[in-house]
C-alpha cells in the first residue's frame, strides 16, 4: 500500500513564497535584535529530558515531546514503576531526551555551560523552532520557531525598559499597528496571594488567572473556590479586578491595599518606574497597559511579565511574551543570576501580517532571468551568460530541455519570471538575442554584446 502523503499533525510544508515572506521577517527581527546589540546562538534541537522538566509546571511538562530511547536501553524502561503508577519515574527510564519546549530553558542551560565563556551582561537572541505536544489550531502548531531575546547578569530595570522597546521598534518596522502591551509584575500578584490568604497557593493561583481570557472571570471564581480560595478571598479578588484608571492610577490603589505586604510593593515601585521612563520616551506604535490580570502561567517568572496583544482587526491573541526570571540558571547550580526575556510569536505575527498584507510584494521567490531553450548549440551559448549573469548576483536560469516556445513561457508566467531571453541559432548568426517582457509581452531585439547590460 503506498504511504499517505500527509504532514504529521501540528506541522506544515511551506511553498516558495511562503518561504519568501518568512525570511524577510526572520531577517527583520535579526537587524532588530542586533541593532539593540543582541548577539545570536544557537542550541540543540533536543535537551536531556531533566533539564526541561520541573520549569514550565504541570501542564508544561504534559506538553514536551519525549524522544524513547533507542536500541537496548529500551529494555531497560521500568515498567515495575508504571504498574505501581509511578508514571514520571516509567517516564524517565525509557525517556532519557526531549524536544525543547521554547528556548530560554536551553538559554539558561546555554549560561551556565559557557559561563567562563561569556561577558555578563550577556545579550543574546535565538531564532529556532521548538515543540509542543499541544491540540493544533488556528496560530498554534506542535512545531513553530520562536524568536528570543535575553539580557542575563544584570537586575538594573532599565533592561525591561529595553526589552518593551525592542517590541515597539519591531512593530513599527513590521508596520503592525494596533499592537498592545500588557504588563504586570509576579511581585505585585504574591502580594495579592497574601492578602487573600493564600500564600501556599500563589502557583494555583496564578495558573487560574492566567485563563481570564479563556473562561472569563465567573470562571476564574469558580476555579479558585474548588481550590478552596475562600468567599472572603474572592470577593476581595473581584473587587481587585474591577479596577479602573490609566497604569499610574491603578498601581496608587494596589499601594494603598498592599501598604503591609513588602513583596507587592517592591512590585508596584518597580512598574511606576518602567511607566515613568517611558512616559518621557513615549512609544512609536504599540500602546503600552498596566494589566492586573495578566499572570503568564510559567512558574520561573519572578518580577515584571509582558504579553502581546495582535490589533483587534485580527483574531488571534497572544503575539509574544516574557518577563524577568532571578532563578532559573540556580536550576543548573547558578545563582544570583538574574535575566529578563522576550519572545517574539514567529508563527502568529506572519499571520498577523499575512491577514492584513503587510507582507511586501516585490520578495523575490524564482529567478529574474528565463532563457529559453533552442537545442543544444544556442543552449550552450545561452548557458554562458547565465554563468556570468549569476556571478554579478542575477538570479537566472536556462530552461532545461528544447520544447515549444509557448511551454517554455507558460513556465515563465507560472514561476513569475519577468524576464526571457530568446536566443535560437538565427539570433547567434545575426549576433542578437530577443528580450521578452512578461508583464507587457512586448519583445525588443539587442546587439548580443550588450545582453550582460541590458538585462541588468
Request: aromatic share 10%; hydrophobic share 40%.
Amino acid at each position: 500500500m503506498p504511504i499517505k502523503p500527509i504532514t504529521p499533525k501540528g506541522t506544515r510544508d511551506f511553498s516558495a513564497a511562503e518561504v519568501a515572506r518568512r525570511t524577510y521577517l526572520k531577517q527583520l527581527l535579526q537587524e532588530a535584535f542586533e541593532t539593540f546589540g543582541f548577539q545570536p546562538i544557537e542550541t540543540p534541537s533536543f535537551e536531556r529530558l531533566e533539564t526541561l522538566t520541573g520549569v514550565y509546571g504541570e501542564e508544561g511538562d504534559r506538553l514536551v515531546f519525549k524522544i524513547i530511547n533507542s536500541g537496548e536501553k529500551v529494555k531497560k524502561a521500568n515498567v515495575e514503576a508504571l504498574t505501581q503508577g509511578a508514571y514520571q519515574k516509567f517516564v524517565h527510564s525509557l525517556s532519557e531526551k526531549a524536544l525543547r519546549y521554547d528556548l530560554t530553558v536551553p538559554f539558561a542551560r546555554y549560561v551556565v555551560q559557557h559561563q567562563n565563556e561569556l561577558s555578563f551582561p550577556f545579550r543574546r537572541y535565538q531564532i529556532q523552532p521548538v515543540w509542543r505536544a499541544d491540540r493544533p489550531q488556528h496560530g498554534r502548531f506542535q512545531e513553530f520557531y520562536q524568536c528570543d531575546a535575553d539580557i542575563v547578569g544584570n537586575r538594573s530595570l532599565w533592561q525591561e525598559i529595553e526589552m518593551l522597546s525592542l517590541y515597539d521598534n519591531v512593530f513599527s518596522k513590521l508596520n503592525l499597528e494596533g499592537v498592545s502591551l500588557k504588563i504586570n509584575h509576579r511581585k505585585i500578584l504574591a502580594g495579592i496571594a497574601n492578602l487573600l490568604g493564600a500564600e501556599s497557593k500563589l502557583t494555583s493561583f496564578t495558573v487560574t488567572l492566567d485563563k481570564l481570557d479563556k473562561i472569563g472571570k465567573e470562571g476564574v471564581l469558580k476555579e479558585l473556590k474548588s481550590n478552596d480560595f475562600s468567599e472572603d478571598a474572592l470577593t476581595t479578588l473581584e473587587q481587585l479586578l474591577e479596577l479602573k484608571g490609566n497604569g499610574f492610577e491603578q498601581l496608587h490603589t494596589l499601594e494603598t491595599l498592599l501598604n503591609d505586604q513588602e513583596e507587592g510593593l517592591e512590585g508596584v515601585s518597580e512598574l511606576k518606574f518602567i511607566l515613568a521612563q517611558l512616559e518621557d520616551s513615549p512609544f512609536k506604535t504599540v500602546a503600552l497597559n498596566f494589566d492586573l490580570t495578566l499572570a503568564r502561567g510559567l512558574h520561573y517568572y519572578t518580577g515584571m511579565i509582558v504579553e502581546v496583544s495582535a490589533p483587534d482587526s485580527v483574531k488571534m491573541g497572544s503575539i509574544g511574551g516574557g518577563g524577568r526570571y532571578d532563578d532559573l540558571t540556580s536550576t543548573f547550580g547558578l545563582k544570583n543570576m538574574s535575566g529578563i526575556g522576550i519572545s517574539f510569536g514567529f508563527e502568529r505575527i506572519y499571520l498577523v501580517m499575512e491577514a492584513l498584507g503587510l507582507f511586501p510584494e516585490t520578495l523575490q521567490t524564482s529567478a529574474e532571468i528565463l532563457f529559453a531553450n533552442f537545442g543544444n548549440i544556442p543552449a550552450a551559448t545561452a548557458y554562458q551568460y547565465v554563468n556570468k549573469l549569476r556571478n554579478q548576483g542575477v538570479a537566472c536560469e536556462l530552461y532545461p530541455t528544447e520544447a515549444k516556445l509557448k511551454k517554455q513561457l507558460a513556465y515563465a508566467n507560472d514561476k513569475k519570471i519577468n524576464k526571457v531571453v530568446l536566443l535560437g541559432s538565427e539570433e547567434l548568426e545575426q549576433k542578437e538575442f530577443i528580450l521578452k517582457n512578461m508583464n507587457t509581452g512586448v519583445q525588443t531585439s539587442h546587439p548580443l554584446e550588450q545582453l550582460i547590460e541590458i538585462v541588468c
